[in-house]
């Protein structure tokens, strides 16, 4: 679906910072659809410059298909703790309203379901505004610890990356990685195949979305081919759910051996593809 499609499902009101998302009629029938969605909303979120806001959803005529159902509650979970300083829902079916209440129930949250849109926004109007400067996250991790992850294999034009046993705790630490590992591509002025260890790394919810943000873009302006090794269940979840709605090989393995080898195909593919 072009994004043509879901902006206009996407608007913004800034006097009362509500982000309304108008999911009338919509169906998620595949977990593609779900990604799809939601990056646009991400990257719609970004375009604003503000972190925080009420989430506004309309939920008439809606429906999400069984097989979708995991996309919709991880991507819809991942993005209130990012970015929601509370969710309300109204006019939601009675399928799509168990659907909610069950998973509300299972994940302990409020649902906020009403009839209408004007008692939905009632609502917001006795929700607190917590927005928050950017800078209001404390350092997790000290500078030497992005340094000691990173290095570069000249001879296999690779960077590795070493995730393993890292947390990242929020944006902050998403960005200041991320912004160490730019800098140094940049000095190097070459792009890389990357290699990702994943091994124990934690990415919490309030990570997520600023952590596939940033994946996403220096993928795109450096890399010549990512493989990811030893992802937990959770994050091998949340990857593929990307990969999916985004397009793009998560090459995930479980071994060092297996990514490497992936790594090789890629380089000689690489090269066959300069020469032909």
Not at 143 to 149: E, P, Q, T
Not at 225 to 240: C, F, H, K, Q
Request: charge should be negative.
């Amino acid at each position: 679906m072009p994004n043509t499609e879901h902006d206009r499902r996407i608007t913004f009101d800034e006097e009362r910072a509500i982000m309304e998302v108008d999911f009338s009629g919509f169906v998620f029938d595949t977990p593609a659809r779900v990604g799809a969605f939601y990056d646009r909303i991400e990257d719609r979120i970004a375009a604003t410059g503000e972190d925080r806001w009420f989430f506004l959803v309309n939920l008439a005529d809606m429906r999400i298909e069984p097989e979708a159902w995991v996309a919709y509650s991880r991507r819809g979970r991942a993005l209130n703790h990012a970015h929601s300083m509370g969710s309300v829902r109204f006019d939601g079916s009675d399928v799509t309203r168990e659907q909610i209440l069950r998973a509300a129930n299972t994940e302990n949250f409020d649902p906020n379901l009403f009839a209408t849109r004007d008692e939905a926004l009632a609502r917001i109007a006795t929700m607190p505004v917590t927005r928050r400067p950017r800078v209001a996250h404390t350092r997790s991790h000290a500078f030497g610890d992005y340094v000691r992850r990173l290095r570069f294999d000249e001879a296999r034009r690779v960077m590795e990356v070493d995730f393993s046993h890292f947390t990242f705790n929020n944006a902050r630490d998403v960005n200041e990685f991320y912004d160490f590992i730019e800098e140094r591509i940049n000095e190097t002025e070459k792009r890389w195949f990357f290699l990702v260890n994943l091994e124990g790394c934690q990415i919490l919810p309030e990570a997520w979305v600023q952590y596939a943000h940033r994946g996403k873009r220096l993928n795109g302006i450096a890399s010549l081919g990512t493989v990811r090794l030893n992802a937990s269940p959770e994050t091998e979840a949340d990857i593929r759910l990307r990969a999916a709605s985004q397009g793009f090989d998560p090459n995930l393995f479980a071994t060092r051996e297996a990514a490497l080898a992936r790594l090789a195909d890629l380089l000689a593919a690489k090269l066959q593809e300069s020469v032909s």
